[in-house]
Each structure stands twice: as structure tokens, then as C-alpha cells.
């Protein structure tokens, strides 16, 4: 009987190790997502697609801001797309994404990045004349065109109204004294847009004088010059073109451009640009004057212009100097002209506009010689004016000149209004041209068409314009608009906003807002009186970072918001208008309502403890701070307080009488006031212990 034992444990020990070393077969392990893409919605969204992975049942996905660093789990979604929400604009931000079932998880797929938009805040609106409102933004990168939407109301319906590539959109036909509300879809070439903030401003009433601004700019000087081309010109038998990478030869050609009714387009040396070529077919031109020799404007530029079937003209010089004095011997006869240095470009370009307005050319000289070929062309001529200080026109060579008279200031800019004033009978200020005076191409293309209608062009740079600024300000009832040359890069548009605001200026944002309660469903807000202020909108939120919402315009610096939920905080924000425009909010305040009178107490019970106690509880109240215990020796007797302050149930009556029966009743307190009574609840104490 034991060798049967025997065997059948030998046997069953070789089953258990054949078992045991046997080839397992396991599930197929999960495979990690491939084909992971991104790509960008907007300034704070993402989006990410993958192939599906056959046995997911879900996929986790995991961010990072640097494609070599730590990935951390943000969500999980169960279909091979996913949205990433709420990020930082402008930021960089990579992924990988894992398959999961209920059991494993594949490692993580390779890395994809995309970057989020800049975000799109810049949108500004002022009212810009009778039924008008003008709407002015910066450029967003990426971006080929802007949609304009108008509501009637903050948070009403906005409707699609016009769409343009420029970064200014004027309303017009709108009822005078309306207040209007606008956003902006910036929209890509892929076709994916995303809003501006939301601005408002009232459209102005009839006889009522505004300035507005026009923009005229392109992806790059080329560009900006043919815009500038074609807001001037319809068509055009000639154009004047100059070299856009150095100034030059370029800066006496206004004078020639304006004899000719000639728009200034810009080139690269060793090719035609493709803008200007496009211009040039645009305006039918029939004859083309180069400015400056083959080292400014190579020959296979001219052989693409001749091949255009258009003529040329080259005008070049040995130097800089000689070519000054070739184009104003195109110009013909002249009796007075301009002196200018040949070191700089700033002085030139601010009498450019003068130049090609009367016609006289701009002649170059050395700081402290007068060329001889200058001389020779000023023969005829009976007076001069020299741009610049001392610093780069000496004093020897204007006494060389007839009838010299300097206008110059303590820099370029203040040298760029004396011009202005001096030639003040002569221009036409309704339109002002802006133009950057840090970089010669936009004023210089922009000089022939200010020329068209006498108006001067205004030198500005990216930080402050104080002397430009109350220039404006002082012949604002002479001006209607401003054309600005060159983009935001150029001429950011704070810097316009600045000049718009010295002359019709939008309030200042209200100050020192506060906000008190004044009762369970009342707030009352106060604020100091804006200067130039004609009325307020009040916005409200229910968080300091949420959204505000405009819940009253009135002409007061006060307000009292009614209708309030008790014991709840609410924040405001200001912000003043005039016929103008509207001010930036105010800061944020906030107040919280006061609570409401507690409701009396319920379930009052009273359970006798020993001779002399009793013991009361009650169910607390909502909003109580405090209970008053009150104690009478008969239902119908007179309920006197025993204890105050009393937290919270339960409560023990001491030093009591035995066997005696007492009433109690109970009211609920807080700030805002005291319940009823309660219902009454009584015990007896019990005998004493023998």
C-alpha cells in the first residue's frame, strides 16, 4: 500500500513540474498610440489626434513644456482625439499620450508640440463722427484676415458685419448716440480663428468732430510701399523706384516722383521685389525712373522692368551728391531748394514731403564742405533752406548758400515740426501722415503720396511723442484723420492711440471704487467723478477672476445693485465713456451681502437631568451665530432671558429648583438680526436623591 503512495506522489509531483515549466501564453501587450499630431486653436487650446489602438479601452494623456522633460498626466478620454483647455499663450507645449485597458498600459507614444497663439487683446473702439465708430488693433502673427462681429449688448448676439486684412475697421451708418460692442476673429490661412476682447464705444452725434486713423502696411517695406501705391493710385504712367535697403540715392526722389504724379516703390538691389513687379502691372505704368547707379539697383533689375515692356529712366551720380544734382536737373528749372545731409537719413525725409509739394529738389551735402557740383546747382537759385542743427550742416557751408535760413530742433523729431511750421501755408492738414522716423522706406514711399494732397508727414517714434503729440493737439480742428505708413513693429498702435487720445481723449479709468453692503440684497458702489467723463458702465461678476458683465450705464458716480442673493459676494468694475470711447476697467472690488435673519429654531426639547438641571436641545439654524435661551415658570408667564450667546445646542439649565416644572423657548441670532421665539418645550426636575 505505501509503494502506491509512492508512485502516485512521484507521479503527481512530475505533473506539477511539467505544469509549471510549461510555455505560457499571454495576451498581446498593448501597443503605445502612433501618428501622435498637434496643433493650435487658439491662445489657450490645443488640439491632439492619434491612431486608434486595437483592446484600448482608454488613453492617457500626458503634457509637458519641454520635449525632453517631465510629462505629467492631464486627462484621460476614451476616443483618439483630445482638446487641451485653459493654457498660457505664446507657450510651447509637448505631449504623449498612453493606451490602457483595465489590466496594462503601453509605454508612451513618441512626442508632439505645438506652440499657442499670442493672445488677441488689443482690440480698441473710439467713436469716430456722426454715426461712426472706429475699431483699431495690433497684428497677430499667422494671421491673413480679421472678421468684424457687433453686438447691441455686452452679452448679446454678435453678428459678423465686415472682414478685412488691415488692422483698422471704421462703422459706419450707425445711430448716432447708440452704444455699440464689438470683438474681432482673427482668422489664419488654415481657416482656424479665435475673438478679441470685447469693446464698446457710443457712435457720434451729428456736428460733432472726431479724427480717425488709417493704416497702411504690409508684411515688409516692399509690400507697405505698394499699399501705399494703391491708396493713392488707381493707375499710373509712371513710378519712381529706389533702392529699399539703403537711402541714399532714394531720399531726393520725392520731388521727381511728385512732377510725375508718380507713386515711390521700393526694390531690392539683385531682384525686382515681387510686390512692386505686382504694383507696376497693377498701375500700367508705361516708364520707370531708376534712382541711384548699378551698386543700388542692379541691371538684372532693370532687364525684369524692360522686359515688362516699360521704359527707364536710370538717374545716377558718382556719389550720393552727384545724384542729388541729377535729379534736380530732371526737375528742370528751380529757384529755391532744400539742403540736407548726406550722413543721415531723418532730415531729408521730414522735407521730403516739402520738396515734392513745391517741386524743389532736395541737393545733399558733407557736414563741413559744399561739393562743388552742389554749388554749380544752385546757380539759379535764390534762397535755401538747410534741415538739420550744426551737428551736421556746419556753419561755413550755409554761408556758402543763397539766402541760407536753418530749421532745424534739439533732435529729429522737433527738427521734423519746425519744418512743418515753417511751410504751414502751404499744407493741407486734414490728413497728417505718421510715419516712423527711426528707418527711412515707409516715410520715403509715404512722402509722394502726402505730396497729393499737401499734407506733411509726421515723424514718431516707438516710445514717447511728446512734441508730435501737441502738435496734433494744438491743430486738431484742422485735422480729420491720420494716415500712419508701416506696421505695428514700426509704429506700435499705442503710439497712434496716444496721439487719437491728445486729441479727442477717452476718460481715464474710474478710481478708488468701492462697494459696501447694505443689506441682505443690496450693494452700494461710489466712485470719484472722471474728468471728460459723460457716463459709467457697471460690470459685475461673482468671482475676482471671472467674467464681468455690464449690468447698468448711468450718468452718476454712484450705484446701488438690488436683487442680490444673501450672504454672497459679488465684484465690480468701472469704467468711464464719452462721445470718445470708453476708459480701461477701474480696479475690482467686491463687498458680500449681508446674511439673513435667522429663521427661529425647531425640535426644542426639554429633558429634566436631576433635581436641578434640564437639558434643552434644538435643531440648529442656517445661519445662526448665536441662540438666547428664555425661561418661564408657567406657559402664560413672562419668558426672561437665562443665557446669551449660547453657540450652539444643547444647553444645560443649572441650579434649579426640584420638582418644579419650567418653560423654555429659544431665538436664533446674527448680524442681521434676531428669529422668533421658538415653540415652547418644558420639564420638571426631578426629586431629590433620598
Known sequence: ????????????????????????????????????????????????????????????????????????????????????????????????????????????????????????????AK???????????????????????????????????????????TDGSLTSGNTYYYKIKAVGSSGIGYFSNIVNATAGSPGS????????????????SALISQYGWSSSSYAVIVNGENYPDALCSAPLASKYNAPILLTSSGSL?????????????????????????????????????????????????????RIAQTLGSYSQAIIATGENFADALSAAPIAAIKEIPILLTAKNSLPGNIQQALQNVTSTYVVGGTGVISISVLNLLPAGKRLSGADRYETNLKIINEFSAQLNLAACCIATGQSFPDALAGSALAAQTNSPVILVNTLTNTSAGNYISQKSDLISKLIVFGGTAVIPQNVVNTLLDDIASVPAAPANLTAKSQSIHQIALSWPTVNGATSYAVY???????????????????????????????????????????????????????????SAPTNLTATSKSSSQITLSWSSVSGAASYSIYRASSPEGTYSAIAENVAAPPYTDTGLDRETTYYYKIIALNSSGQSGLSAEASATTQAAVP
Open 1 to 124: 500500500m505505501g509503494e502506491i503512495r509512492s508512485k502516485s506522489l512521484v507521479i503527481l509531483l512530475c505533473f506539477l513540474v511539467n505544469f509549471l515549466t510549461m510555455p505560457q501564453i499571454s495576451a498581446a501587450a498593448l501597443s503605445a498610440p502612433t501618428n501622435l499630431s498637434a496643433s493650435t486653436l487658439s491662445p489657450n487650446e490645443i488640439a491632439l489626434t492619434w491612431t486608434i489602438v486595437n483592446g484600448a479601452d482608454k488613453y492617457n494623456i500626458y503634457r509637458s513644456t519641454s520635449h525632453s522633460g517631465t510629462y505629467s498626466f492631464t486627462n484621460s478620454v476614451t476616443t483618439n482625439q483630445y482638446t487641451d483647455t485653459g493654457l498660457t499663450s505664446s507657450q510651447t507645449y509637448y505631449y504623449k499620450v498612453q493606451t490602457a485597458d483595465n489590466n496594462e498600459t503601453s509605454a508612451l507614444s513618441s512626442y508632439a508640440g505645438a506652440t499657442t497663439l499670442a493672445s488677441f487683446s488689443s482690440l480698441s
Open 127 to 169: 467713436s469716430s463722427g456722426p454715426g461712426q465708430i472706429y475699431l483699431s488693433w495690433n497684428s497677430i502673427s499667422g494671421m491673413t484676415s480679421y472678421a468684424v462681429y457687433r453686438s447691441a449688448s455686452y452679452s448679446g448676439t454678435y453678428t459678423e458685419i465686415s472682414s478685412t486684412v488691415y488692422t483698422n475697421y
Open 209 to 224: 468732430s472726431f479724427i480717425t486713423s488709417n493704416r497702411l502696411s504690409g508684411s515688409d517695406r516692399y509690400e507697405t
Open 273 to 325: 521685389s515681387a510686390k512692386t513687379r505686382t504694383e507696376l502691372s497693377r498701375l500700367h505704368v508705361s516708364h520707370v525712373f531708376l534712382i541711384g547707379g548699378t551698386s543700388a539697383i542692379s541691371t538684372s533689375v532693370e532687364r525684369e522692368i524692360y522686359y515688362m515692356g516699360i521704359s527707364i529712366s536710370r538717374i545716377a551720380g558718382s556719389d550720393r551728391y552727384d545724384t542729388s544734382v
Open 540 to 598: 459685475r461678476a461673482s468671482s475676482y477672476s471671472g467674467s464681468f458683465f455690464q449690468i447698468a450705464t448711468l450718468s452718476s458716480t454712484s450705484y446701488i445693485n438690488n436683487g442680490l442673493s444673501a450672504n454672497t459676494t459679488y465684484y465690480y468694475k468701472i469704467k468711464a465713456m464719452n462721445g470718445t470711447g470708453s476708459s480701461a476697467f477701474s480696479p475690482v472690488a467686491s463687498a458680500t451681502t449681508a446674511l439673513s435673519v435667522p
